[in-house]
């Protein structure tokens, strides 16, 4: 008895990867089992995002090349991203400043952990579904790939504005610098207002000083 094939691209990738957990697959053989679908690509991000099944690329691990992928695990985790409009991701990425809210990694930029590979930002939830959260905003946050894997259904306190401090001031020179040079990448308008400010108060300090 012959068996059934599935029907629709996106059930046939999902029955090839679940026959080949933990396999480094092509490209080439992916479109082809999708049976030469067009946006075979597409349907393989939608077993990730919406179906919840752990495919990896090179973008989330570095010893994978471009144009392979790997399913780690035949069970599905919650898809983190279902039902989160594109308005909604937006509004996140963009108040949480493209920068993962776990180690500050930024969108696009070498990730920390391994320079060779770049920050992919996903939305994931501060308190998870599985635990009563839910998908408005104000539970929501940037978090990247290499975070998403050892956060779900974990939340992590931030750290306090005096912890903060006291960290930054007892780093190095040159560290502080490149801390103040991150932050005014991520906050230009607010570091020029600053930046306005001080020197409108450096200036007014001196005609007092001058009268003096």
């Not at 776990?102 to 930002?121: N, Q």
């Not at 306090?160 to 560290?175: E, F, P």
Request: aromatic share 4%.
């Amino acid at each position: 008895m012959r068996s059934k094939i599935p029907s629709g691209s996106r059930a046939r990738l999902r029955a090839y990867f679940l026959s080949h957990v933990g396999q480094v697959l092509e490209s080439g053989e992916l479109r082809e089992a999708s049976g030469n679908a067009s946006e075979w690509a597409r349907r393989v991000r939608e077993l990730r995002t919406e179906e919840g099944y752990q495919i990896l690329t090179h973008n989330d691990r570095s010893d994978l090349k471009p144009g392979q992928y790997l399913l780690l695990d035949p069970k599905p985790v919650p898809a983190f991203e279902r039902g989160i409009s594109k308005e909604t991701r937006a509004f996140v990425l963009d108040r949480n400043g493209f920068t993962c809210q776990m180690c500050g990694a930024v969108a696009g930029e070498p990730h920390p952990s391994d320079p060779t590979r770049k920050t992919r930002l996903h939305i994931g939830h501060i308190v998870d579904k599985s635990m009563g959260g839910s998908d408005d905003p104000s539970n929501l946050r940037a978090i990247c790939s290499v975070c998403n894997e050892g956060a779900r259904n974990l939340t992590l306190d931030r750290p306090s504005l005096q912890k903060l401090l006291i960290q930054v001031r007892r780093a190095t020179g040159a560290d502080q610098l490149e801390v103040l040079r991150w932050l005014v990448r991520k906050f230009p308008k607010q570091a020029e207002r600053l930046l306005l400010s001080a020197q409108s108060s450096d200036a007014r300090s001196g005609k007092r000083t001058s009268r003096s």
